[in-house]
């Protein structure tokens, strides 16, 4: 699957109310595409994405629970972000505002993960 085949299907998660934006990295931190305007921005959420998802699977495996789904940073206002693996190609982060609706946001990460599984 190219990197463009990625970007349309991942692109659906901008389009989620509350939803700030977006940035897919690869497994060891370096942003491969995103909707972020601010460059420094979305390196600093590749390069923390990298480390974030490295403790978060590793305290869930250590815990008996297997690797985690997602992982999510929530701030003291309700916004935050929201980490989850790609399969191979790494992770998306996805960064979210207090007004959205996070059933929502999960069911459209379950969604893209579940279309770029069947289609790689």
Partial sequence: MSVEEVRRVVEGVARVGGV???VVSSSDGLPLFSSLADKELEEKVAALTAVLSEVGNRASTELG???A???TVNAPDGSGIIYTRLGQIGYLAVLFNKDTRLGVLLYTLRDIKKKLETTH
């Fill in 20 to 22: 700030e934006g977006f």
């Fill in 65 to 67: 629970k297997g690797e």
């Fill in 69 to 71: 789904e997602w992982i």
